[in-house]
């Protein structure tokens, strides 16, 4: 952290009194900090608060002659390592998402290269609202980053998600933004998404994955420094900044695309549902209904994951494991079976989380030193948030495994 340069932006919530304590902290670790704050934060607390702290007279207006003859908003979006707005209220977040510049801080988010990391603060129903989490979406798809808020009591005497990070969980995230990439020159092919396999040229078998976890892990290998190719079945996700992606249909066309793709792969990482099982024949033409059953004859799909950790030398191989029950159990046979350097098991089924969710909690299993199972829970979140822990994690294996 040390030398580094922020742009902290507050917006007008109460969360804003946190920032002096946020500010003070960062720079006991060597940070300089520059304060933007909108109309509303100064109804919150005082400029002249933020000034003592942070050493600086805090930027309030676009349009005032005085404050661009010293420091230009342009020299200020230039200047940042990074921009942090916390609080991001609701009505902060929604102009981010549709691009407005209507004051200083919208204005330098436009203006900056830096990257974005947002501490969200809200009444919980303002938090849920259709179009607050919509805004949310695109951003995170931008690649903003998030504090996500936790959940507890709010300033307007209501319960639920709404509350801003804790000031040490924002700075923890800062600092991730700052450390050198982890995955600097590796090259990453990661599989996604559900496979189709057809019964008919109207019909096929499939499952609910929606391909969110795989294009996560995609997003945060991008991030973290690697060259990221993404094998996608059919899902209906915009393709993550940077990554190269292969679409694909059946289990077929994904292990075909696998094989074509692994040359030079370091990290294999499967998320996708790749169906287990395909019709043993395809009809030409549709299927009608004259029968009274119809029995479908099922065959084995080629298991993907399982030839690649057979390959040698096999790349630094990650599977997903979703079960509805047992989840541990199922999960270590699977890292042992199919020869895997790590396994990722979540439980499906849940409310909330896992398939077509935005959330979900992974259970992590490898084999450490003599053989000892170890393992590392990755507490529900976002989909992306987790991502990137994985992403620490496989990144620290890798490195264990294959010392440059
Ligand atoms: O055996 P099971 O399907 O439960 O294993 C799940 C893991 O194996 C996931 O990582 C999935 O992407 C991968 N897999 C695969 N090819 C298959 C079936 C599963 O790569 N045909």
Same mark, same amino acid.
């Given at each position: 952290?040390?030398?580094?340069?922020?742009?902290?932006?507050?917006?007008?919530?109460?969360?804003?009194?946190?920032?002096?304590?946020?500010?003070?902290?960062?720079?006991?670790?060597?940070?300089? /900090?520059?304060?933007?704050?909108?109309?509303?934060?100064?109804?919150?607390?005082?400029?002249?608060?933020?000034?003592?702290?942070?050493?600086?007279?805090?930027?309030?207006?676009?349009?005032?002659?005085?404050?661009?003859?010293?420091?230009?908003?342009?020299?200020?979006?230039?200047?940042?390592?990074?921009?942090?707005?916390?609080?991001?209220?609701?009505?902060?977040?929604?102009?981010?998402?549709?691009?407005?510049?209507?004051?200083?801080?919208?204005?330098?988010?436009?203006?900056?290269?830096?990257?974005?990391?947002?501490?969200?603060?809200?009444?919980?129903?303002?938090?849920?609202?259709?179009?607050?989490?919509?805004?949310?979406?695109?951003?995170?798809?931008?690649?903003?980053?998030?504090?996500?808020?936790?959940?507890?009591?709010?300033?307007?005497?209501?319960?639920?998600?709404?509350?801003?990070?804790?000031?040490?969980?924002?700075?923890?995230?800062?600092?991730?933004?700052?450390?050198?990439?982890?995955?600097?020159?590796?090259?990453?092919?990661?599989?996604?998404?559900?496979?189709?396999?057809?019964?008919?040229?109207?019909?096929?078998?499939?499952?609910?994955?929606?391909?969110?976890?795989?294009?996560?892990?995609?997003?945060?290998?991008?991030?973290?420094?690697?060259?990221?190719?993404? /094998?996608?079945?059919?899902?209906?996700?915009?393709?993550?900044?940077?990554?190269?992606?292969?679409? /694909?249909?059946?289990?077929?066309?994904?292990?075909?695309?696998?094989?074509?793709?692994?040359?030079?792969?370091?990290?294999?990482?499967?998320?996708?549902? /790749?169906?287990?099982?395909?019709?043993?024949?395809?009809?030409?033409?549709?299927?009608?209904?004259?029968?009274?059953?119809?029995?479908?004859?099922?065959?084995?799909?080629?298991?993907?994951?399982?030839?690649?950790?057979?390959?040698?030398?096999?790349?630094?191989?990650?599977?997903?494991?979703?079960?509805?029950?047992?989840?541990?159990?199922?999960?270590?046979?699977?890292?042992?079976?199919?020869?895997?350097?790590?396994?990722?098991?979540?439980?499906?089924?849940?409310?909330?989380?896992?398939?077509?969710?935005?959330?979900?909690?992974?259970?992590?299993?490898?084999?450490?030193?003599?053989?000892?199972?170890?393992?590392?829970?990755?507490?529900?979140?976002?989909?992306?948030?987790?991502?990137?822990?994985?992403?620490?994690?496989?990144?620290?294996?890798?490195?264990?495994?294959?010392?440059?």
């Amino acid at each position: 952290m040390q030398n580094k340069q922020l742009l902290l932006g507050i917006s007008g919530g109460i969360a804003a009194y946190k920032t002096p304590d946020l500010v003070r902290r960062l720079r006991e670790q060597g940070v300089t /900090v520059r304060v933007v704050m909108t109309q509303g934060a100064t109804q919150f607390i005082t400029p002249l608060t933020l000034q003592a702290v942070s050493g600086h007279p805090p930027h309030l207006a676009l349009l005032d002659a005085e404050a661009e003859s010293a420091f230009g908003h342009i020299e200020l979006a230039r200047w940042a390592d990074a921009v942090l707005i916390a609080p991001a209220t609701a009505h902060c977040l929604a102009k981010l998402a549709h691009g407005l510049a209507d004051d200083l801080l919208s204005t330098l988010c436009l203006a900056t290269r830096a990257p974005l990391l947002v501490a969200p603060a809200m009444n919980q129903q303002m938090w849920q609202a259709t179009a607050t989490q919509a805004n949310c979406r695109l951003l995170r798809e931008r690649g903003v980053r998030f504090c996500e808020p936790t959940t507890g009591a709010l300033a307007c005497g209501e319960t639920g998600p709404g509350r801003m990070a804790e000031v040490a969980d924002i700075i923890a995230q800062l600092s991730t933004l700052w450390r050198a990439p982890v995955l600097a020159r590796r090259r990453v092919l990661v599989t996604a998404g559900p496979t189709r396999e057809d019964l008919d040229p109207v019909r096929f078998i499939s499952n609910r994955s929606s391909g969110r976890m795989g294009y996560a892990v995609a997003q945060a290998a991008q991030e973290a420094g690697a060259e990221v190719v993404l /094998v996608s079945g059919p899902v209906h996700l915009p393709t993550p900044t940077g990554v190269r992606r292969l679409d /694909v249909y059946s289990a077929q066309d994904m292990f075909n695309a696998v094989q074509q793709q692994l040359v030079n792969a370091d990290i294999f990482i499967a998320t996708a549902a /790749v169906a287990d099982y395909r019709p043993a024949q395809t009809a030409d033409e549709k299927i009608k209904k004259t029968a009274h059953s119809l029995p479908l004859a099922l065959e084995r799909t080629p298991d993907i994951l399982a030839w690649v950790s057979a390959q040698s030398p096999a790349p630094f191989t990650v599977g997903f494991a979703a079960e509805t029950q047992q989840v541990a159990e199922y999960a270590q046979d699977k890292l042992a079976r199919k020869k895997l350097d790590l396994i990722a098991a979540n439980q499906v089924g849940l409310p909330g989380q896992g398939f077509d969710s935005d959330y979900n909690a992974l259970q992590l299993f490898w084999k450490g030193a003599d053989e000892q199972l170890e393992q590392q829970s990755l507490a529900l979140t976002d989909k992306l948030s987790l991502a990137r822990r994985l992403i620490q994690q496989i990144a620290h294996l890798y490195a264990q495994k294959s010392p440059e």
